[in-house]
């Protein structure tokens, strides 16, 4: 059976070149994040690079030797991943993860918009019980106990995104419940249900897109982008909808027979994801680049000139009416008031001081901040990373980016205007940051933090890159092995850290 399987003798003697120099990276970074007091004693280093090394192993045979699509092999690779994060994971390690449980709790209960009181929301004590007394406690040393339902208040419930992106956490969270489990199980589950919509969107988008799935997979697979979105960040449903969307104005780009349906969906998955962070409502102008041969008549054509208005005024009518007030409706709306944070008096400063404005929003520094946070995890004073690992994971990026070769020759027309949009996006979210968590006057903008631009990666290998040549087989699989790399990296850099 097993000679005739996936794992049969000449499937692992083809791809060793592969695996090989996959075991041989991972060998190395263990050896390098292993600390020096466990050196002498690395049971714990020995167990999960052994577990890996099977997973990376196993994925790399299958996948290259093609006995199953990529897209199936990376929902698989996902959803392990997705189950490992999600119960090794400190508790709050995550970026205003206990702000996003407290939204998924609610939806737990059916609660779809939960109400305030000057700013307080009452949840369960369990959340108190997690966040509170165990911070950055892990499985082995929580102490929650069981559910405690008694009522007390939280200072923020992320009441400003949408009620959509927490029901998989929901779902996990009423599980638990259901099934009356400890507390930390509530968190777990929460984790596991939107790792679960994650890699069905990445899985979805692989199989949707004609061209570029292996640099889908690799942006898709890095570990930031991971180390969100196996979480109850409303980041899963950022990050998995970006990369959906991406693959399907691929489709969109090489499809001849387009029609209205086409364009509802992109539209529909455009304006989900606008309304989980505003920015990215702009993606809805990647319609535009479409070629207008690609519609079966002329009257849909126009439809793609109609959209971006709709979903325009409907994206700032959501933002205005409801999601401006419900973010300064929580502990937010304290910062700016006790740290000098004023929308209206910064736009004052700003028009007085344009200089110095133009100079706040293109500082060079945020470019190599940004670059090494793709590496960074955690946040405040537990940020963990590895310098080596950030480095070679910059490079690989850019090697992608740049050299990858790409299936279909996109007119510079088309990629001039990827990249401004993506510039678009990119400056309107420092904008934001500017305006509502940067005090007055200050020099440099605050709070923008890598995992915002995740959702405009995709993008750079069609803008950025430099190869004309066919894609090589060989390095499909070189970008898999790679991909593969990082994510046990980042995982083994997470558990030496933290158990």
């Known amino acids: 059976m097993f000679s005739r399987g996936f794992l049969n003798k000449d499937n692992i003697l083809n791809t060793k070149k592969y695996w090989i120099t996959f075991l041989f990276i991972i060998l190395i970074g263990t050896l390098f994040l292993t600390k020096m007091e466990n050196i002498h004693a690395p049971f714990k280093e020995i167990i999960f690079f052994i577990l890996m090394a099977l997973i990376g192993v196993i994925f790399l045979i299958i996948t290259i030797e093609k006995n199953i699509e990529l897209y199936k092999t990376a929902f698989c690779l996902l959803l392990i991943m997705g189950i490992l994060f999600s119960v090794f994971t400190p508790v709050d390690s995550i970026p205003d993860e206990k702000e996003h449980f407290v939204r998924s709790e609610f939806m737990s209960g059916g609660v779809l918009v939960p109400e305030s009181n000057n700013g307080s929301y009452i949840s369960i004590a369990s959340v108190n019980d997690l966040y509170d007394a165990n911070s950055f406690k892990t499985i082995e040393?929580?102490?929650?106990?069981?559910?405690?339902?008694?009522?007390?208040?939280?200072?923020?419930?992320?009441?400003?995104?949408?009620?959509?992106?927490?029901?998989?956490?929901?779902?996990?969270?009423?599980?638990?419940?259901?099934?009356?489990?400890?507390?930390?199980?509530?968190?777990?589950?929460?984790?596991?249900?939107?790792?679960?919509?994650?890699?069905?969107?990445?899985?979805?988008?692989?199989?949707?897109?004609?061209?570029?799935?292996?640099?889908?997979?690799?942006?898709?697979?890095l570990p930031l982008c991971l180390f969100q979105s196996f979480s109850v960040s409303i980041d899963s449903m950022i990050n998995g909808l970006a990369i959906f969307l991406i693959a399907y104005f691929l489709y969109m780009y090489k499809n001849k027979n387009l029609d209205k349906r086409e364009i509802a969906i992109y539209s529909l998955t455009c304006l989900l994801l606008g309304l989980c962070k505003l920015p990215y409502l702009a993606l809805i102008l990647l319609l535009l680049l479409i070629p207008k041969n690609n519609f079966s008549n002329e009257k849909n054509y126009y439809f793609v000139f109609i959209t971006p208005l709709i979903l325009g005024i409907i994206g700032f009518s959501w933002y205005n009416l409801f999601a401006s007030s419900a973010y300064l409706d929580s502990w937010r709306g304290f910062y700016m008031a006790n740290s000098g944070v004023n929308a209206t008096l910064q736009i004052k400063y700003a028009s007085t001081h344009l200089a110095e404005f133009f100079s706040t929003m293109t500082s060079s520094d945020y470019i190599y901040d940004l670059l090494i946070g793709l590496s960074s995890f955690s946040y405040n004073e537990h940020v963990y990373i590895n310098n080596s690992i950030a480095m070679l994971l910059v490079m690989f990026i850019a090697g992608v980016c740049l050299f990858y070769p790409l299936d279909e020759k996109f007119p510079r027309k088309t990629r001039f205007g990827l990249l401004i949009i993506s510039l678009i996006i990119f400056f309107a979210i420092y904008l934001i940051q500017f305006l509502t968590w940067t005090p007055v006057g200050n020099q440099l903008i605050i709070g923008v933090q890598s995992r915002y631009f995740l959702p405009l990666l995709p993008l750079a290998p069609i803008i950025f890159n430099l190869n004309r040549e066919k894609s090589d087989v060989n390095l499909d699989n070189f970008v898999l092995t790679f991909s593969m790399c990082f994510i046990s990296l980042a995982f083994l850099l997470m558990i030496f850290n933290f158990y």
Not at 158 to 178: C, D, E, R, S
Request: positive net charge.
């Open 141 to 221: 040393t929580n102490t929650a106990g069981p559910i405690n339902y008694s009522h007390v208040p939280e200072n923020g419930a992320a009441l400003q995104n949408p009620f959509y992106g927490y029901l998989p956490q929901g779902i996990g969270i009423f599980l638990a419940k259901l099934l009356s489990l400890d507390a930390f199980f509530m968190l777990i589950l929460g984790r596991l249900f939107n790792s679960i919509l994650y890699a069905g969107l990445v899985s979805l988008a692989i199989k949707k897109t004609p061209i570029l799935k292996i640099p889908l997979f690799a942006m898709a697979c």
